[in-house]
């Protein structure tokens, strides 16, 4: 089989459109971490405790990348791996759009990053 024989199989398989769309939201909501700062600026610190304040996010999203993938590959089990942390997502990015208290729309950002990483590192 060529190269060209196996893109055009790819191409016809629906899982590889299912996939490509669930990456594509998945990959759309992770925006979010390349405007972190600013929207964490939005919270009313100064610049330097607002550079604090965006590295917690990270760490927790290293952690729960690493938690949630030793779990999925030790019970060998993919899907509520996946779709948990993005509920988490959709619940975050509510509470961080619906509110103005400070202390739930942080816990809501370092929720973000941290929840569509661990489902995307699953899936892929």
């Not at 990015?93 to 619906?98: A, E, G, L, M, P």
């Amino acid at each position: 089989m060529t190269a060209w024989q196996g893109l055009k199989l790819a191409i016809q398989d629906p899982k590889t459109w299912l996939l490509l769309a669930t990456l594509y939201c998945i990959f759309v909501s992770a925006g979010v971490t390349n405007f972190l700062p600013p929207v964490v600026a939005t919270l009313g610190y100064s610049r330097t405790i607002t550079f604090v304040l965006t590295a917690p996010p990270f760490i927790l999203c290293c952690l729960t990348m690493l938690i949630n993938g030793f779990h999925s590959d030790h019970k060998e089990e993919r899907y509520f791996h996946i779709v948990g942390p993005l509920c988490v997502t959709l619940v975050a990015n509510i509470i961080t759009v619906s509110t103005l208290n400070v202390t739930a729309r942080y816990t809501a950002m370092m929720l973000m990053p941290a929840s569509f990483y661990a489902g995307s590192t699953v899936l892929l």
